[in-house]
């Protein structure tokens, strides 16, 4: 009904004075489904301002007070699962079920991170001088976690819920303020788990929710002199952030091409069931999804044959209908998926389905027979498509996976416990699964990419960690 949906400054919802907006096309209908304000510079020199003001108060908010609203937000935002998850299945086709169980995983996100964070926070350290070389024990030091400021956050499409209070959650506990500039495609869903945060009654100012076009204010934003650290999720873009951000610390999680090693000692039942669900959940659009097969000449033959077994069976259309295989987010990202199909018809990849799209809906296809020289054995298609490499050894398998500019996550399949701990130990990754598809939770797990795969580390924990500093006080006695 041309209806916009206001951004969120100081506390209330406000439409942007630029009086335009911007469209979320539902990849399903491929119509225009919702609209969010496009904002300007100004406003959002506006939200940096109240951010750094409110910051200062919270920061002396007790501990157990801030953790308390957490908790009353983790509860809101569960309660209004029903409405968010049917914006998630609107604006990025995620089928129904995952997109409840998105919003239900960052309601208890929430409520660890603030039972995390009482603890953690709650303990400093306390030093003695008379350790170091040539000292009395005259300095007694004294360490607490204090925040950094402004956090900008910074979630993909994908998640835009879950991987919006992965940063908003950390930052707020610890005492920072928070920026949100969500995806375009899951901003509705956003801007609903906002509310969620408003509702429980935090106070006016700490978060922030600007909508708009990354080309007017993204460059604005993670440049911008009033942030103190840029939490971001996403793609390439990630890597442009970190080449043009100030000194300011930046936590980044820039997809992957993770690697399933399947060894012939392998359980290929389990590999199998482990390969389409990591392969093909979310239609392939997960940083963590398997995005290539390694496996063994040996039981190769077999492993397809179960694979495909399986990939029969998923469901493909909508998401409403909860189909396994839903429409990608966007036309310009089934073209590129088409691009890598097509790159692998020509160089003769065993196609173990037919190719077919409708829309933006690509149905599951297995790519047998991929070789080095094609596109797919190295980019992430983030699409329903997984390219199988016969392998001779395993070191052949680990070379495949260490030469990519990606290190996210990776799993290897094998009974021998031993072998898998010297693969682990051997491949370049943040993470190496044994046994189980590459996933990020459960969500206190450390999460990490190596190469282009990102900066930092992530998991509760560690969020909590990278948006504090250590803060010293030093006694000096007579
Ligand atoms: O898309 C990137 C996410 O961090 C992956 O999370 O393993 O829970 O799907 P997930």
Request: hydrophobic fraction near 40%.
């Amino acid at each position: 009904d041309g209806e916009v949906y206001k951004y969120y400054c100081e506390g209330e919802w406000r439409k942007s004075a630029s009086g335009k907006s911007v469209a979320i096309i539902n990849p399903t209908t491929r119509k225009t489904q919702y609209k969010v304000q496009a904002c300007t510079q100004e406003e959002v020199n506006k939200v940096m301002e109240i951010a750094k003001a409110a910051q200062k108060s919270w920061a002396k908010t007790p501990l157990w007070k801030r953790a308390e609203l957490l908790h009353k937000a983790a509860a809101i935002l569960k309660e209004h699962k029903v409405p968010i998850a049917e914006c998630l299945v609107k604006e990025i086709a995620k089928p129904a079920k995952d997109a409840v169980t998105e919003v239900v995983r960052s309601g208890d996100l929430v409520s660890y991170t603030a039972e995390e964070g009482v603890r953690i926070l709650g303990e400093g350290k306390f030093l003695v001088s008379d350790s170091f070389p040539g000292n009395e024990r005259t300095k007694y030091c004294l360490t607490s976690k204090i925040p950094l400021g402004v956090i900008l956050a910074i979630p993909p499409f994908n998640y835009p819920v879950n991987l919006a209070v992965s940063k908003i959650a950390p930052a707020l506990i610890a005492g920072n303020s928070l920026v949100l500039k969500p995806p375009t495609q899951g901003a509705v869903a956003a801007l609903h788990m906002v509310h969620c945060f408003h509702l429980a009654g935090f106070p006016k100012g700490l978060i922030s929710c600007v909508t708009g076009k990354g080309s007017e204010i993204g460059d604005f934003l993670t440049m911008h002199p009033g942030v103190n650290c840029i939490s971001f999720t996403g793609g390439d873009t990630g890597v442009a952030i970190s080449k043009k951000a100030g000194m300011v610390p930046l936590q980044m999680e820039l997809g992957g091409k993770d690697a399933c090693i399947v060894l012939d000692d392998a359980d290929l039942d389990l590999a199998a069931g482990n390969i389409v669900k990591g392969g093909f959940s979310y239609s392939g659009q997960r940083c963590t999804a398997v995005k290539v097969v390694l496996v063994m000449e040996s039981v190769a033959d077999t492993l397809v044959e179960k694979v495909n077994a399986k990939v029969a069976k998923l469901t493909v259309g909508p998401p409403e209908d909860d189909c396994d295989i839903t429409p990608v987010v966007s036309e310009s990202s089934a073209n590129f998926i088409e691009g890598l199909v097509m790159d692998a018809k020509e160089k003769d990849a065993t196609f173990c389905q037919p190719y077919k799209r409708e829309g933006n809906l690509i149905w599951p296809l297995l790519l047998d027979n991929v070789r080095p020289d094609m596109r797919i054995a190295w980019e992430e298609p983030f699409g329903p498509v997984l390219p199988v490499i016969r392998i001779n050894s395993v070191e052949e398998g680990i070379h495949h996976c260490n030469a990519s500019n990606f290190g996210l996550q990776g799993c290897v399949f094998t009974k021998d416990i031993n072998k898998a701990i010297l693969i682990s130990d051997a491949m370049e990754t943040g993470t190496v699964q044994i046994n189980s598809a590459p996933a990020r939770g459960p969500d206190h797990f450390p999460f990490q990419g190596i190469k282009d795969s990102g900066i930092g580390s992530q998991g509760i924990t560690n969020s909590i960690n990278m948006m504090t500093k250590v803060k010293t006080t030093v006694i000096n006695l007579p």
